[in-house]
């Protein structure tokens, strides 16, 4: 069968109906989906305990859900995750809500699905450091996983690296932002956010640019930009997708990261150096946290001469990007 995000008779009708200008805020009524990953209920299930199952690390103590905790707006709240053995590790934890929707994974984006996504921190040595070639074979051993390999992907010849990356993304697929205050007032109801928050998207929209990086329903471009947090030469992960695509274009640049349920996953930026909305809105706002010396810095980053006042605004209107936490049952029992 294939299984769809559910959504509320409210969102799908007014999705229909809503004016075509503010239809693009709205969550499309359905995530995209690999023809050959099509999302079932069994391959959700079974990625949902393989992203909280910590046997999936080398020392059984870290899972995917260790960095990206639905109980910590799907990241760590950490300014740099904790890492095995290592200490920490180099960027902050990016959440995985609305993933699925994303063209690129991870800060630099070196990678363009879930599924190629979900293998990277498995083998991390400063995540759970566990090779996949043992994984397999551990999970091998484990009747109840081998039960429900079966189950999702029967044809596809039981545990592999592919199936479990398909599982793992099937489940990170569901992982999707609910009805916020701002979705309703998209939907027409112009009471559901205070007219500070409504002056504060007219501010998001016009004057402040935020839209230039923040745009549509997941408020990203989905690109790359180096938004001036660092001054002079750059050196490791700092380079962000430079490490990737070694074009001058990309020297500093890191994704944009979506702005739903925003409030939940603070600190901010890939160097999660920035406690407060208040102040990465003014690191925006004001052409990023250096003015000179950035190399390569994003021609979107200018001082849009705003006042506190308009910071206060625009933070409120951001604020209403939050929803209710899904419904999710995190496991308690794994297969055995």
């Not at 999707?176 to 309703?184: G, L, M, N, R």
Request: hydrophobic share 35%; charged share 25%; net charge positive.
């Amino acid at each position: 069968m294939i299984f769809k995000i559910s959504l509320s008779a409210l969102l799908i009708s007014s999705f229909l109906f809503a004016t075509q200008d503010m239809k693009k805020w709205l969550r499309p009524l359905e995530v995209p989906q690999p023809m050959d990953n099509k999302l079932t209920s069994e391959r959700v299930e079974l990625g949902k305990l393989l992203y909280f199952d910590a046997r999936l690390s080398s020392s059984e103590q870290f899972s995917c859900a260790t960095c990206h905790s639905p109980k910590r707006g799907w990241t760590d709240l950490e300014p740099v995750s904790k890492a095995l053995g290592a200490g920490r590790g180099p960027r902050n934890s990016p959440t995985i809500l609305n993933a699925g929707y994303q063209n690129r994974q991870f800060w630099d984006g070196r990678v363009k699905t879930l599924e190629e996504q979900a293998l990277g921190p498995i083998e991390a040595d400063v995540e759970m450091n566990m090779p996949l070639d043992e994984l397999i074979a551990k999970l091998d051993k484990i009747d109840g996983y081998v039960k429900l390999f079966n189950q999702a992907y029967p044809s596809e010849g039981g545990i592999t690296k592919i199936t479990l990356a398909k599982a793992i993304a099937s489940f990170e697929r569901t992982v999707v932002s609910t009805i916020a205050p701002f979705d309703k007032y998209a939907m027409g109801d112009k009471k559901a956010i205070s007219k500070k928050a409504v002056a504060g998207f007219d501010l998001f929209k016009g004057k402040a640019h935020c839209m230039d990086c923040h745009d549509n329903f997941n408020f990203s471009n989905g690109s790359f930009h180096n938004i001036g947090l660092n001054d002079g030469e750059l050196q490791g992960k700092e380079l962000g997708r430079y490490l990737t695509k070694q074009r001058a274009a990309w020297y500093g640049a890191f994704k944009t990261p979506t702005l739903r349920d925003v409030t939940k996953s603070a600190p901010y930026f890939h160097d999660g150096s920035v406690k407060t909305l208040e102040e990465a809105t003014s690191i925006c706002s004001s052409g990023g946290r250096y003015a000179n010396g950035v190399k390569n810095k994003s021609t979107f980053m200018l001082d849009r001469k705003l006042s506190q006042t308009e910071i206060d605004k625009i933070v409120s209107f951001l604020k209403t990007l939050e929803g209710p936490d899904m419904k999710l049952e995190v496991p308690s029992k794994f297969p055995q």
